[in-house]
């Protein structure tokens, strides 16, 4: 049988037809003027998704690279951090601080409880000195969003710089760099700016600059000042993944055209959509605090949680994810991320509730589709 499949994993995304028709145009070479004004373009749209005067570099890596360039451009040996951990993601921000020897205060949170500024205010006041704080936007991995702002306008009223990783959050929920006072924000081409994986970015405001000239920790490949002083001539250090930047020009221009609000207005479409079809079948959300980018959702009583995603991809194409290590096997997650649509969703919800009768559970069919074909009618512009 000739099976058709669907993304609807919250990294990698599907990518439009456009942007994977980019990849085919002739490579150009980096050291020429047609490469930089590709590479300037680039670069002054990701300022647009970023909502930052700053600079925004783009690495050849993973988000994860981008997390590392974050610590090693701004911190020493030592250095007291607090890092936020409230899934997989806030717990990379430790591992990363822990493997460059610093003096990582971990908050522990269990997975999908909110975390105010509030909190942390008193967090930083009872660990005084604390050089960096690390958040995450969107913690892919319980489906929550944090509340960001909230954090620069304590981080903002000390020495410490506020660090975002927003890999998954950035150009599907709001995450203003200058508004929100953050001195670093990570991100990267997989998510929400719907192009293949293999670009990171990253950029700095002038409070993480002012830590760079002190910082003492190993760093070459992603030695951040030499992408400033490179980008000052309209280039790059190394050599930059042509392709994956010239695919990253269409799918920001998609981003630019459509208007960064109506694409963060889509995504809470969806969204809704999919959060009204779950618990029209009588699941429960796994987050108190649920984000538009992915929906995290508790495997019901008595279904096998893995076999559930395995029925989902094998079977009927659907490329939901599973719960990651401690949850696997007790949530699920539907992404609405990037290049989804509206009969994407659709498309997982039909898919789940076939699924989850397949393995036992009682159900209305059609029950979720409707409920979110309601929300996507009501809100269709
Ligand atoms: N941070 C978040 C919130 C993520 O969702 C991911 C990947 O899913 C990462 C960081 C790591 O990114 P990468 O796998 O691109 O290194």
Redesign the pocket.
């Known amino acids: 049988m000739i099976r058709k499949s669907y993304l609807l994993s919250?990294?990698p995304t599907p990518v439009p037809e456009k942007v994977l028709a980019a990849a085919s145009e002739p490579v150009l070479h980096h050291r020429t003027p047609e490469f930089s004004e590709v590479f300037l373009e680039v670069s002054e749209d990701l300022k647009y998704v970023f909502q930052t005067k700053n600079n925004v570099y783009i690495l050849a890596?993973?988000?994860?690279?981008a997390?590392e360039a974050a610590v090693v451009n701004t911190l020493s040996p030592g250095d007291k951090v607090i890092t936020i951990n409230g899934g997989?993601?806030g717990e990379?921000w430790g591992n990363i601080g822990r493997a460059y020897s610093l003096n990582v205060h971990e908050i522990k949170l269990e997975w999908g409880e909110p975390f105010t500024g509030e909190q942390l205010s008193a967090e930083l006041k009872k660990n005084p000195g604390v050089k960096a704080v690390f958040a995450?936007?969107?913690?892919?991995?319980s489906g929550s969003v944090y509340d960001i702002k909230s954090y620069g306008e304590v981080t903002s009223k000390t020495s410490a710089i506020l660090v975002v990783?927003?890999?998954?959050?950035m150009a599907a929920v709001p995450c203003p760099m200058d508004e929100w006072k953050i001195d670093v924000l990570v991100s990267?081409s997989?998510?929400a700016f719907m192009t293949p994986?293999g670009l990171?970015y990253i950029s700095l405001g002038e409070k993480a600059w002012k830590m760079y000239e002190t910082s003492k920790l190993p760093k070459f490949y992603f030695d951040l000042k030499k992408y400033k002083k490179n980008l000052e001539k309209a280039t790059v250090p190394w050599t930059p993944a042509v392709s994956l930047i010239m695919q990253q020009k269409k799918s920001l221009k998609m981003i630019k055209s459509a208007g960064l609000e109506n694409v963060h207005e889509h995504h809470r479409i969806m969204a809704e959509a999919v959060r009204a079809g779950v618990k029209a079948l009588g699941l429960k959300l796994f987050s108190k605090c649920p984000g538009n980018v992915v929906t995290a959702i508790k495997v019901p009583e008595g279904i096998d949680g893995k076999k559930l995603v395995k029925v989902m991809q094998n079977k009927y194409g659907s490329y939901i994810a599973g719960g990651q290590d401690p949850y696997a096997g007790k949530l699920f997650r539907i992404a609405h991320l990037g290049y989804m649509g509206a009969f994407d969703m659709i498309t997982a919800l039909s898919a789940l509730e076939m699924t989850l009768s397949e393995l036992g559970y009682l159900l209305e069919p059609g029950i979720s589709v409707a409920e979110a074909e309601k929300v996507i009618k009501e809100n269709w512009k």
Request: glycine share 14%.
């Open positions: 919250p990294g890596s993973s988000g994860t690279g997390m997989k993601f990379r995450v936007l969107s913690e892919t991995s990783d927003a890999v998954s959050g990267c997989q998510k994986p990171a």
